[in-house]
């Protein structure tokens, strides 16, 4: 069964700093995506970034860059010069490629951008 | 491009009440997903749709719960009776069948059950 792991339930950054939000993973199928989405204070889930198992490269989208070291089975967020508007809740997920594509998510990780 | 629509925003009922909530996904979209989020934790898929079939509805609780997406396009979400372990933001959600299949979320409805 996958399971995802995300440990730091808090996290305080200052502005402009860069910060590494956690992300470990488990399953046995060798074929999944990773995704990390983030949370508003408005309740919308807001797709950030996307890895395939079978990725060469770490995926990045603008400040967004997903460390992803399979045989560790962590894929975690890394987001530069952080803004102020980054304060938000953010999920790791997994979804298997085959079959039903339910993303199966971790508990979250409230960031939280000081001035 | 219209992003998912959910009404209503906010609810509030007491237990043993019944309650519906709809779904608009994005055009095109075959793929609909309802997730129940409880305060403090992650989305937890309670049923998926392909067109108008469903795909897993493994976590749904069918004592209470019902769902359709009858002409393949919107649904509806049902609980009859709720409990207070209900209360939660019910996320809707929706995904094409090429690219990624990244799910664009709606804004969710928050229920509370007293």
């Known amino acids: 069964a996958q399971k995802i792991t995300q440990t730091q339930p808090g996290m305080f950054v200052q502005e402009k700093e860069a910060v590494t939000l956690d992300c470990t993973y488990d399953?046995?199928?060798?074929?999944?995506?990773l995704f990390w989405y983030k949370q508003p204070s408005s309740g919308e889930m807001i797709f950030l970034i996307y890895?395939?198992?079978?990725?060469?490269q770490n995926a990045t989208e603008g400040r967004y860059s997903l460390n992803f070291q399979k045989a560790r089975k962590s894929a975690n967020l890394v987001i530069s010069a952080s803004q102020l508007g980054d304060s938000a809740m953010y999920f790791c997920?997994?979804?298997?490629?085959?079959?039903?594509?339910?993303?199966?998510f971790g508990q979250g990780t409230r960031l939280t951008i000081n001035p | 491009e219209a992003g998912v629509a959910q009404s209503p925003r906010y609810k509030i009922i007491e237990k043993r009440q019944s309650v519906a909530f709809w779904c608009n996904p994005i055009?095109?979209?075959?793929?609909l997903y309802w997730y129940q989020q409880i305060l403090g934790q992650g989305p937890k898929l309670l049923i998926q749709?392909?067109?108008?079939?469903?795909?897993?509805d493994s976590q749904l609780p069918k004592d209470r719960f019902s769902a359709e997406r009858l002409k393949g396009v919107d649904s509806t979400l049902k609980i009859q009776p709720a409990k207070l372990e209900d209360s939660a933001v019910y996320l809707c959600?929706?995904?094409?069948?090429?690219?990624?299949?990244?799910?664009?979320f709606g804004p969710g409805t928050r229920l509370t059950v007293l």
């Open positions: 749709f392909q067109n108008n079939g469903v795909v897993d």
């Open positions: 055009s095109g979209h075959a793929t």
């Open positions: 399953t046995s199928d060798p074929s999944y995506g």
């Open positions: 959600a929706s995904s094409s069948v090429r690219g990624l299949n990244e799910q664009f």
């Open positions: 997920a997994m979804r298997y490629v085959l079959g039903a594509q339910k993303l199966v």
């Open positions: 890895q395939g198992s079978y990725d060469q």
